[in-house]
């Protein structure tokens, strides 16, 4: 299952790479930073049940952090903003059905059935001895599919 995760993880900062204005993507955080705006995914938590095969579901929460080095925090801000439309409609995109074409989305190259919705926090943080500002999403209730056993 880890294997599905960790493709459904990389296939989502594939889909996020297409967004301008993010110098860095980072599957799983480093332990240094050294670009100015960085997006960072990694698994946050998640559930599987103990139900017979063929029946087994697991949801997962995952974390996109947009990270931006703390310099002027109002231009930061203002800068970081308008990402809390952009994420989540990349991401929902993926998953929908486009009302005006029909067209479905390609589910993260086929890895996520879907997810219940995205949410998002603004938060200061530290990290690796720097200062950041960043804005964290989470994709709540993750259906990945299941490639293995």
């Not at 998953?95 to 005006?100: A, F, I, N, R």
């Not at 190259?109 to 001895?129: D, H, P, Q, R």
């Amino acid at each position: 299952m880890t294997r599905d995760l960790d493709n459904a993880c990389t296939q989502i900062m594939n889909v996020l790479s297409a967004v301008s204005g993010i110098d860095s993507f980072q599957y799983n955080p480093p332990e240094i930073v050294n670009q100015d705006k960085t997006l960072l995914i990694y698994p946050e938590d998640g559930e599987k049940d103990a139900a017979p095969v063929g029946t087994k579901k697991g949801l997962h929460n995952i974390a996109i952090y947009f990270l931006k080095t703390r310099q002027d925090l109002g231009k930061d801000i203002a800068l970081l903003r308008p990402f809390i439309d952009i994420v989540p409609d990349k991401l929902t995109n993926e998953v929908g059905v486009d009302p005006t074409t029909g067209a479905t989305g390609g589910q993260f190259s086929n890895s996520i059935e879907t997810f219940e919705k995205v949410t998002y926090k603004f938060e200061f943080l530290e990290y690796a001895g720097a200062q950041f500002i960043a804005y964290h999403f989470t994709m709540q209730n993750v259906k990945i599919i299941q490639t293995g056993v």
